[in-house]
Nanobody, 123 residues
């Protein structure tokens, strides 16, 4: 079992940047493909980005492509989401998730979730 804790959320103005971190404990993160999801008020949770165990392959939702970068440091048991050029529509609670299978867009494919971190972008 692995425990995930997100951090780095906060309030920024449009055009600003934030870096989210997802720290794992309990088991080494290199065992898992990882994903970042977000849930905006009144909306369903949606996939933002994924990264494979080695970090060799990444995926981004069209809405964040070119602005967000996912990365991982398996030695530090941490996954990151660098968010640049933030927009008000990026406002959401951001969750990291780990899967023992392959990273997909389906929430049900993920075995472990963090508690979420709030990101608020003002115009």
């Amino acid at each position: 079992q692995v425990q995930l804790v997100e951090s780095g959320g906060g309030s920024v103005q449009a055009g600003g940047s934030l870096r989210l971190s997802c720290a794992a404990s309990g088991r080494t993160l290199s065992r898992y493909d990882m994903g970042w999801f977000r849930q905006a008020p009144g909306k369903e949770r949606a996939l933002v980005s994924t990264i494979t165990r080695s970090g060799g392959k990444t995926y981004y939702a069209d809405s964040v492509k070119g602005r967000f970068t996912i990365s991982r440091d398996n030695a530090k048991n941490t996954v990151y989401l660098q968010m640049n050029s933030l927009k008000p529509e990026d406002t959401a609670v951001y969750y990291c998730a780990a899967t023992t299978g392959w990273a997909t867009s389906k929430e049900s494919d993920y075995d472990y979730w963090g508690q979420g971190t709030q990101v608020t972008v003002s115009s």
